[in-house]
């Protein structure tokens, strides 16, 4: 097991005056409708996760759904009125403000859903701006600076303004500065949200290329259920400020743990998101055709190959063992069968 | 019955014309009334009641309380006067250490205090003052006199003016380009070659330590109220009223706490210019969106860099029109506080409109208003200025600023000793041109007025006397044909009808307090000029804005024009018209007018820019023509703007009307001139000044309430 980077206990989030007392009466049991009467809002309800190193989190929920109040919550932009928010360990509600700032410095980034470019910085003093706060050196940050222009494919555009730039240009910006300083956790609130789609997924597939390379601790926020299923290795999926499920994206479609999970799922093409491990069956069969598939290949890339065949498939690991089989009816049955059922 | 039930409002607001109209005809002039002095006078009249409040004696003419209410407030600007008088005589005296007396020695501490600040001040003119002029005082503030007559080469020459120029040209070249090096450049000769330069330097002085004192304290406390609810609960009502006070009114109870000179006009015009400077750095910082903040703050900003850093560059758009501002009410200024004393261009325009000289009195105008173009696009240009981090510059191109000023520097000390050479005997116009020395077109501008006058004479009198008896006279008469009962009925039911109990309430006491001062009558002529003002301004203003609109070019123009327009100090405007029409309300009342038109044709282009596109595209498909598109779309959606626009001109009005007291109204603003000379002074200046900003309020608030509706009403809040 990879080491934790991100521990959240119980966190919770109410907006209101008497907040803080009102949390310590309802003894961990709040409820939205009570709190609301008394005039208090709830936006994160005993968020209790871990992320680990390396690991990209997705939170998945409809607006007001508390998943910013609970990004801001753990960067701290907020402070949680409950609970505890550990960081590689340290206790985050602890801090006080000089160590704040230096986790900031040193271990943190974040991206923006509407950029929050500094208007009156060129693109590449705005990717400098973490740094130069940090009392680096005019030359050395513009030329870190420099490097991260050249990594998010912005060259030539070093000296414009962000009022000069397209939206898409403009994300890249804002996702050049959150690294400059390279951090070792890297959030993202809705970073691709305001994008029309094309530019959003060619900004999606540049975000996972950087990822492959980089390696960070990611939270990243969206309501975009595909968006989700697309980069994460696992999904909180929140509503009125409760996790309702955290799992990874094919066991919130397999398996949804709520109702309001399972609506989410419904429209999904199974075969984009499941790999074979997903439906395989474990079990050993004897009765095994020529063909061998790679257990981590993604249903819909290998479907028209085992479609084709008469005998059951074989499934391999990375070491060409055989880890488990799969019939070609099954194929069928998870692309078109479990969503009438309503599994 | 059924119009009645479809529009409730308008029969609301007939029934309220009605109520008013009964009651100004249900009342009769009292036989005793004439538009005497002012109700309260101090001097003794048989015809005066008299009351006594904290042992004040308080005479007035009574009248029937319906006609006219009886000035139970007369007390105040005596009471104000005495509670000055003692907190600057004798509240807590202490023991201070007097530098020169060598001892100790009892003072109040409030005086102390003042001394301390005006002393500050001083030094702060006097340093910039002789660095462009020359002088001894700087080096005595820190040795003594007796240093300086042992080495009297110790006194500073002050700078030749071909230095000041050739640096104002290079500076505005680092900071904007060609374009502002050469209109500096030629500003500073125009200066000195029209022998100007020493009173400009004297209020450019005065400027340099004003301007940038007033921005830092506006800055300070606006960002302070923007960090306390508190601070700003505080601030609010103080700025409210200060944002339509006249200058004038400020300058008497000045006086009495700093005394007279350039120190006390830089506190003054601090009072008045930190007030809008606070008001625009709050708007500017509420007004940057959350995650801007919150980027600022995972960039690992201490509060410090986040203010410096992020908040204030962000907001700069809001911050600049403050300093803008600023610099706008800093030259007014300088014109105004040459009635309490301080040296340079104002004084200058003073005395020369007062010996109706207006060839003088235009040059030095046209100075004023030059310096004050060139320092507004210097900040302008300043706040917008970028550093190239490519560029791989040489050693000169990267100094080359400092050495052109460096070499302009040694240039023009070698031009002024060879002038020494050249003008012997005479003066040397390489140093510094005289101010009687330089090159004059007053003769030509007043032989021009002569001319005009002899000209025209017969058509500008006809039209002066046309607009006199027939329209001014009788206008004026009706205004003072209002019993206090109407109009407040008047008043209060128009805040009801427009913000409900609250508005009322606020508009009751604004009123009340005007009408309870002894100054009614002279407050509704202050009115009748200015609504007259106002009525004209705006028409104006509306129809030239909604012409420019017509095309992106002029409006552009237009709004340009304004800007201009908008620096020139107010004094200015009284140069022309009294070149035309000489000392009558007709003077005034254009310049009023002029002035007063500026925000009318602004917000009006503003307003009907900020319809949306999509609007115009959706009326353009629906097959309106042009016409039908301004009156069915653009004027109902920009309405509100433009009425904000006519808040802007009843300020404006409201400020020049007070200033034409100089040319000699009957209105508030002629008492306010008066009590500069008065010993008991200080109390009425400010209480006419209350009353004067608590007219603009009455509207403002109004205004506002309304706009605010309406923009909720058609969702563009």
Known sequence: MSETVIKCESVYKIFGENAKKMLEESNGNVDAKTFQEKGCIVGVNNASFEVAKGEML?????????????????????????????IEGQDLLELNNKELIELRRSKMGMVFQSFALLPHKTVVENIAFPLQIKGTKT???????MEMVKLVGLDGRENYFPRELSGGQQQRVGIARSLAVEPDIWFLDEPFSALDPLIRKEMQDEFLRLQEKLQKTIMFITHDFDEALKLADRIAIMKDGIIEQLDTPANIVLNPATEYVRKFTEEVPREKVLVIEDVMDASSNDNLGDLKVSKDEIIENVAEKILTQEKIVAVVDSENNIVGSIKPSKIIDTVFGGRKNGS | MEYLKKYPKLFQWLFLLVVFFALCFAIDVPETYKFIRGQAEFVKDPNQSVYFFLGKEVRYYAFDVFWRLPPLLGWLPIWINDSLFFLMNEWMPMEFWNEDTQEFKTRPILLQISRNLTAFMTFLIELIREILLGGLETIVAFTSWDFIDAYPWLELPGLPWTIVAAGAAILSYKLSGKGLALFAGLTMIYISIFGQWKPSMQTLSFILVAAPLSFIFGLGLGIAAYKSKRVEKALYPILLVMQTMPQYAVLVPALVLFGVGDHAAVIITMVVAVPPMILLTILGLRAIPPEVIEAGRMSGCTNRQLMLKVLIPTARRDILIGVNQVIMVCFSMAVISAFIGAKGLGFNLLLALNQLNIGLAL???LCISLIAILLDKMSLAWANKQTDYFGNLTFFQRNKNVIFFAASFVIGIILAY??????????????????NKGISTADFWNKGVDWIFDTFFVYIKAFNTWLIQDVLQPMRALYLRMPAVATLVLAVGAGYLIGGIRSALVVAALTLFIALSPWWDRALVTLYMATFGVVISCLIGFTVGTLCFQNKKSAAFML???????????????????????????????????????????????GLRSVPVGLHEAATMSGVNKFQRLTKIEFPLAFPHMMLGLNQTIVFALFMVIIGAFIGT??????????????????????LGICVAFIGLIFDNLIRTWVEKRKKHLGIA
């Open chain 2, 418 to 435: 060879v002038g020494t050479f050249i003008f012997k005997g005479s003066f040397n116009y390489l140093f510094e041109i005289p101010h």
């Open chain 2, 363 to 365: 040059e030095a105008g």
């Open chain 2, 560 to 606: 340009g024009v304004c800007d201009i327009f908008q620096t020139f100090p107010s004094f200015v405007y009284l140069i022309p018209v009294m070149m035309l029409f000489g000392i009558t309300d007709t003077s005034v009342l254009i310049a009023v007018i002029v002035y007063a038109t500026i925000p009318a044709t602004r917000y009006t282009i503003e």
């Open chain 1, 139 to 145: 030359e050395e940050s513009i030329n870190r600076a």
């Open chain 2, 666 to 687: 009957e209105d508030l603003g002629q008492y306010i001139l008066k009590a500069l000379s008065d010993k008991n002074g200080a109390g009425i200046g400010l209480t």
């Open chain 1, 58 to 86: 997705v939170v998945m929920g409809l607006s007001g759904s508390g998943k910013s109040t609970l990004l801001r919550c753990i960067s701290r932009l907020t402070d949680a009125t409950g609970g505890k928010i550990f």
